[in-house]
């Protein structure tokens, strides 16, 4: 099956910077658009940032100047550069991505929302 897996996330400094990384493997026939998004304690699930299969991007006001998202389509990897990190951007970053795909027993090519397991990012002094 297809698995999304998270790596990059850790303790940084206030004004530091991160670069997180998924990578997507398993049977796939193509992903379109890929996405961060980020969950912090007694707060809702919000999305960070998303990129198109084409390359185009959208991020939530309070991310735009300070994260880049980007993706590799040769090894199905999304990338989220995080910089000028802020304490109130500590939470569980998700990635996601819409992968079209066969289902276990069929032979017909779908489109999953698939989610990785996350990775814990923390920043404070």
């Known amino acids: 099956q297809v698995q999304l897996v998270e790596s990059g996330g850790g303790l940084v400094q206030p004004g530091g910077s991160l670069r997180l990384s998924c990578a997507a493997s398993?049977?796939?026939?193509?992903?379109?658009?890929m996405g961060w998004n980020r969950q912090a304690p007694g707060k809702q699930r919000e999305s960070v940032a998303t990129?198109?299969?084409?390359?185009?991007?959208n991020y939530a006001d309070s991310m735009k100047g300070r994260f880049t998202i980007s993706r590799d389509n040769a090894k199905n990897t999304a990338y989220l550069q995080m910089n000028s990190l802020k304490p109130e951007d500590t939470a569980v970053y998700y990635c996601?991505?819409?992968?079209?795909?066969?289902?276990?027993?069929?032979?017909?090519?779908?489109?999953?929302?698939?989610w990785g397991q996350g990775t814990q990012v923390t920043v404070s002094s």
């Open positions: 996601n991505a819409k992968v079209r795909m066969t289902s276990l027993g069929s032979r017909e090519i779908r489109t999953y929302d698939v």
């Open positions: 398993g049977r796939i026939f193509s992903i379109n658009d």
């Open positions: 990129i198109t299969s084409g390359g185009t991007t």
